[in-house]
């Protein structure tokens, strides 16, 4: 068990459950996506990121059993681990992730200024999407390989005789 007493007796899994919840009723998700559009965070994929995270985690060689509660997820030792594994599989997912574990610390854990100036600026760190870029480059090719019509056409009917 951790040594700290003012923690809560909650596991991980317990704790996760609770913040996903607390996320949806106080509509911080709706927030979080209308703050980055880009990203699609519902209760199911913050519920998936949070649990990657763990997994994250264990892989960069924390035990599991020192993971204890979400305040665990966002230190900014394991916050750089985690973000790292995440960048290695998916640069898109991978600030996703770094966005749900830093307004959870914000929001639920509630962390100080200091703390979350240096989780922010692990953040600003990760690849942004490109997907404005992409999707601008697929309008132009759309769009130039649509056939032209000319604004007027005249249509000349022949009738049998």
Known sequence: ????NLRLLSNIL?????????????????????DHPLTRINEMTMRQYLDRAIGFLVQEGV???EIWALEDLVTPTAFLKITRSALAQSPAAARCMALVLLTTAQQWIG???DHA?????ITDGLPRSSFPR??????????????????TTSLTLKTPA
Request: aromatic residues 2%; proline residues 7%.
């Open 1 to 4: 068990m951790p040594s700290d």
């Open 14 to 34: 317990a704790d996760r459950a609770l913040c996903v919840e607390w996320a949806h009723a106080t509509g911080l998700l709706t927030r979080l996506t209308i």
């Open 63 to 65: 035990p599991i059993r």
């Open 111 to 113: 962390i100080d200024a």
């Open 117 to 121: 100036r240096r989780l922010e600026e």
């Open 134 to 151: 992409r999707l601008g480059t697929q309008r132009r090719l759309l769009n130039a390989a649509r056939p032209r019509l000319p604004h």
